[in-house]
């Protein structure tokens, strides 16, 4: 008999040809430090999205043990079945309070939030319009959809502006997609210019404001509320699996919009509802970083201090609007980046070495979380110093 899978064996050599090859390293818990590796070793942790280090926080961890006290493990049916606790719309509320719109809909993964979202707004009679740098699942959302899909270069809002003229009376409805901040670049769109285009031609915007939400603007409601911009055409969706220290996604917007996703949303009316440790440790995250603004202040503190050290190295800072905890240092091709990782774990410090295809040049991804020490920065750019030196 033909082997159906033998195309599986010249995919995968593929893969490693062209360093593609990709393998989960399991870490310890999360923190500032964490253990690596056989046998496993300390490193500084500048690999994770936990910026304000909830994701370990006593407060968090004993909310969901609570949780699963009173609620049990599992959800145990979609939410419109048997799998709706009180919890969730405690959630749901707080979540809408503070980004300041009428409702919000969790979700059981930031990725199931924008793949139900999008396809329930727009279909083939539609037109989307995306940052060519948008998460990827903002871009696997679009194409689901069926609508006419156009990516615009990143950050291009004259290039959107084009993309509107030329196409936006073509079609029933638009929807443009942008990341708030983008989660491999670190910089931040600009949200301004896309909502007055938005205004002028009618169309729905959803800001993916994963890597924003907890860390930017007053009470770390996120890149809008740190522009201080909001507008009715916007739809504002974000994980709370980064500064909430959780698992799931929401979108947060008009009553009209919630309810009609709770009808349209195939990932929320499919899928069991997300679990009562993960909603109640979200819940008491957002109330951690509400009450306690010195956790974001910690973090900007390291932030100006590695966009310092940085410049004195000559490193290509882009410059942000906004002060946001991702740095990127573009590297020549894959082989380097695998070096560069390697080195700076062998100096002490864990980085991330991403490749193409999750990006489209590979690079060094650091993350800053507000429990990392000024030692801890100085110790990552001793170490870049020394790579840098070498190249
Ligand atoms: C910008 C952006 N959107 C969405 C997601 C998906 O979120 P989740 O991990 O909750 O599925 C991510 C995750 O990395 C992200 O970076």
């Known amino acids: 008999m033909a082997d159906p899978f033998a195309w599986l ?8 040809r062209a360093q593609w090859y990709r393998q989960p390293t399991p870490s310890g818990a999360p923190g500032a430090m964490v253990t690596l590796g056989e046998p496993p070793r300390p490193l500084i942790n500048f690999c994770s999205n936990d910026y304000l280090g909830l994701a370990n926080h006593p407060q968090v961890k004993a909310a969901a043990m609570q949780a699963i006290h009173q609620w049990g493990t599992g959800a145990t049916g979609s939410r419109l079945l048997s799998g709706q606790r009180p919890l969730h719309q405690q959630l749901e509320r707080a979540i809408a309070q503070w980004k300041g719109t009428e409702a919000a809909l969790v979700f059981s993964s930031g990725t199931a939030a924008n793949l139900g979202t999008i396809p329930a707004l727009v279909d083939q009679r539609d037109l989307v319009l995306g940052d060519a740098y948008n998460h990827a699942c903002l871009k696997k959302g679009a194409r689901l959809s069926h609508a006419k899909f156009c990516e615009y270069p990143h950050n291009d809002a004259a290039a959107l502006a084009q993309l509107l003229e030329s196409y936006r009376s073509q079609y029933r409805r638009c929807l443009i997609l942008t990341d708030g901040v983008f989660s491999m670049d670190g910089d931040v769109a600009p949200l301004d210019k896309i909502l007055q285009l938005a205004e002028a031609y009618t169309a729905m915007v959803l800001v993916d404001d994963a890597h924003g939400t907890g860390v930017l603007g007053t009470n770390g409601a996120g890149t ?42 195939s990932t929320w009316i499919y899928s069991t509802g997300l679990s009562a440790a993960d909603t109640a440790a979200a819940l008491a995250a957002l109330e951690q970083l509400q009450a306690d603004p010195s956790l974001r202040h910690a973090l900007r503190e390291r932030i100006q201090q590695l966009e310092e050290g940085l410049q004195k190295l000559g490193c290509p800072v882009l410059p942000h609007p906004l002060p946001t905890p991702i740095f990127c240092l573009p590297a020549p091709d894959p082989t380097t980046v695998l070096h560069w990782g390697q080195k700076l774990q062998d100096a002490g410090c864990w980085v991330a ?18 429990d990392h020490t000024p030692a801890h920065i100085e110790q990552l750019l001793a170490a870049l110093a020394v790579l840098l030196k070498c190249c």
């Open 224 to 265: 809008l509320a740190a522009l201080g911009q909001s507008s009715p055409t916007v739809i504002q969706m974000g994980t709370l699996s980064k500064a909430l220290g959780s698992l799931g996604g929401y979108i947060a917007g008009s009553q009209d919009l919630i309810t009609y996703l709770q009808h349209r949303a």
């Open 9 to 16: 064996k010249p995919a995968l050599k593929t893969l490693h």
């Open 353 to 370: 070495a991403v490749r193409p295809p999750t990006v489209p040049f590979s690079r060094l991804r650091i993350t800053l979380r507000a």
